[in-house]
């Protein structure tokens, strides 16, 4: 039920209720009077009684008010009934938005508000044609964005797909012409990983400040993604079967689940991140998360990327880098110790191993050896060749010592000296 309130700063009287499931407030110049409070009460009735009838105009009743466009699509139908495609893209997205976590719901508000709105807006569904929606993605291709640069395949991909699946729905509830029919994805370049070899993971931890030599430790040996390991809780970690076990992500301070079903999993803990965590337990075993400010707060990763990560790499000589990277050269280093990729996909979270051998075989070339010598050594095995007129088999080369093996060595490499001026600035409440 509605109710007429008052606003304390200033002093005028405003209509609360709710209207189509979301709560409305609509302010007025009225002082605060009893004569006011009276007046207003008797309007207010009326538009409950036209709510409850079906028969509410937002448009009549406000027609100043910036939710008329969201809240009475009738005045905005045309001929065929059909609502501008702002106020339909405005629905869709507040009925999609509980099946969505709220990282993807901040990306799409932005999206639907910065590109699709302005460009589509005040047209009616039906009035946006193919041609409209092809000019619109060779906009964004060709028009420089943010600062000055152009938007990559990828990132137009993802402008479009909102607005694919706006018109998707738009046709099964308006049953109109789809205009993004035969409209494709546009290509994306394969993405290039560029993992750390051991002998840059053992600088880089030999170099990194203490207070985080235990996080970029459990980064380099487990694999798990930025949000996974932000959001890791003590909870989580089981030291008798040294196993981590992700349940919970942290990603832009919001808490939330993996990323999907397969990213639910146990890592096995390596000896270097068992050591690690048991490290790490003497500092923040306090609080709930097992990496976090002073305050017990999770750690906000573009402040650590920018002031511990890149100056880091950039004082190394190492070529800049995602923190992500890190999880990439998990994957190698498991593949070049010879594991099981079977264990390294469920490792990874990845539901098989077809992402696997496609993106990180390169690096063992014994896993992807296609010389035809591993048959013609199991047919001679067998009998199917005679030694006598067995073809030589080329020699596969030799596979790369495992890393567990190697990482008690020490780093053979002069590094320069950190100059006052250019070590990086404290991290304030980083600081464990």
């Known amino acids: 039920m509605g109710s007429v309130r008052v606003r304390k700063q200033t002093g005028t009287l405003f209509f609360d209720f709710r209207y189509q499931g979301v709560r409305c407030r609509e302010q007025t110049a009225l002082a605060d009077t009893a004569a006011n409070r009276r007046r207003m009460k008797v309007i207010l009735k009326r538009i409950e009684s036209e709510i409850e009838l079906g028969t509410f105009n937002y448009g009549v009743a406000f027609p100043n008010s910036p939710n008329v466009r969201r809240f009475a699509p009738d005045l905005a139908r045309n001929e065929s009934g059909l609502p501008l495609f702002s106020t339909f893209a405005r629905i869709w997205f507040s009925e999609k938005k509980p099946e969505w976590r709220q990282s993807y719901i901040d990306t799409v508000e932005l999206t639907v508000e910065k590109y699709l709105i302005p460009e589509f807006g005040e047209k009616h569904l039906d009035e946006v044609t193919k041609a409209d929606i092809l000019a619109f993605r060779s906009k964004l291709v060709t028009e420089p964005g943010l600062k ?5 395949p990828s990132r137009v991909n993802k402008i479009m797909n909102p607005l694919r699946m706006i018109f998707d729905e738009a046709t099964d509830r308006f049953d109109i012409r789809n205009p993004f029919r035969g409209v494709k994805s546009l290509s994306v370049p394969k993405s290039d990983v560029e993992p750390f070899t051991l002998e840059e993971v053992r600088m880089i931890l030999d170099k990194v400040r203490k207070d985080f030599r235990n996080y970029y430790t459990v980064r380099f040996f487990t694999g798990l993604r930025t949000g996974e390991v932000d959001g890791l809780q003590w909870a989580y970690v089981d030291f008798e079967r040294r196993l981590i076990l992700v349940r919970e992500t942290v990603v832009q301070g919001e808490k939330g689940k993996p990323k999907n079903d397969g990213s639910v999993r146990e890592v096995h803990m390596a000896e270097p991140v068992y050591e690690a965590l048991l490290d790490q337990q003497k500092t923040t075993g306090k609080h709930k998360y097992v990496f976090c400010r002073s305050t ?20 190394l000589g190492l070529s800049p880098r ?3 990277q890190t999880r990439h050269t998990a994957a190698t280093l498991w593949l070049a110790a010879g594991e099981a990729p079977e264990w390294i996909a469920r490792q990874m979270g990845h539901s098989n191993t077809e992402m696997l051998f496609r993106v ?18 199991l047919l001679r095995q067998e009998g199917f060749i005679e030694p006598a007129i067995a073809s030589t088999p080329s020699k596969a080369p ?14 053979s490499v002069t590094e320069p000296k950190l100059q006052e001026s250019e070590r990086p600035e404290p991290l304030g409440d980083f600081w464990f």
């Open 322 to 324: 995602r923190p992500y």
């Open 296 to 315: 017990g707060r999770p750690l906000e990763h573009n402040n650590v990327t920018k002031r511990v990560w890149y100056p880091l790499l950039r004082f």
């Open 360 to 377: 990180y075989s390169r690096f063992v070339p014994n896993l992807t050896r296609q010389d035809g010598s591993a048959m013609a050594r």
């Open 148 to 152: 000055g640069k152009k938007l990559s």
């Open 398 to 411: 030799e596979m790369p010592a495992p890393a567990a093996k190697e990482w008690p060595k020490k780093a």
